[in-house]
């Protein structure tokens, strides 16, 4: 039998095997890297500033520990929690910035390959008053080679590109807990 991804293995052993790579600033790695699906694992600890446009679904099972998904929606910031344990399906374009705070938690993580033309968008929002800072749009070919040269692109802006042109708050870049405590601070 010629069977193209194998035969069914441990997925805990893929991720131990792996886990060196499930770092930041994405924290994902593929678990076929070569199927008709985008299935990743994605390790913790991770927390990011950037807010996620994907045109297409996306299924979080928390396998391990919990996440959270900061959620950008009508305006306003919101909070999805995803629990040991739980699946989610969630809807394309939804707003949303993965965070996975605690240490050795994973999620696998399956999307689909996007359509030529169907570009991921990454934003990164003022704190104070969640007026958009700074976006980038890429026709996806890999989240695990893609989405960081993106942050590298956000990260290297001076603070007068990363200035709100709303309430001149500069946002702090990579900085999760700067951004989160303005957040609070303003809410």
């Known amino acids: 039998m010629d069977l193209k991804y194998g035969k069914p293995h441990s997925l805990m052993g893929w991720a131990d095997a792996n886990r060196a790579r499930l770092k930041p600033p994405v924290c ?3 678990v076929f890297p070569d199927g008709d699906y985008i299935i990743n694992m994605v390790g913790g600890p991770n927390t990011r500033t950037d807010f996620h446009d994907n045109p297409t679904e996306e299924i979080f099972y928390q396998i391990k520990g919990n996440c959270y998904l900061n959620v950008w929606d009508r305006g306003k ?11 989610f399906l969630m809807p394309a374009h939804l707003i949303h910035s993965p965070q996975r705070p605690e240490a050795g938690s994973l999620c696998l993580l399956i999307e689909k390959p996007r359509p030529l033309g169907h570009v991921d968008w990454l934003r990164w929002y003022c704190p104070k008053c969640a007026a958009l800072t700074w976006e980038a749009s890429k026709q996806l070919e890999s989240l695990v080679e893609d989405l960081p040269k993106i942050y590298a692109l ?4 001076s603070e007068a590109e990363r200035r709100c042109k709303t309430c001149g708050t500069v946002h702090p870049g990579k900085d999760y807990a700067a951004w989160h405590a303005l957040r609070r601070a303003s809410a």
């Open 28 to 30: 994902n790695a593929a």
């Open 154 to 157: 956000f990260y290297a802006t």
């Open 77 to 87: 910031f919101d909070r999805i929690d995803i629990r040991e344990g739980e699946i």
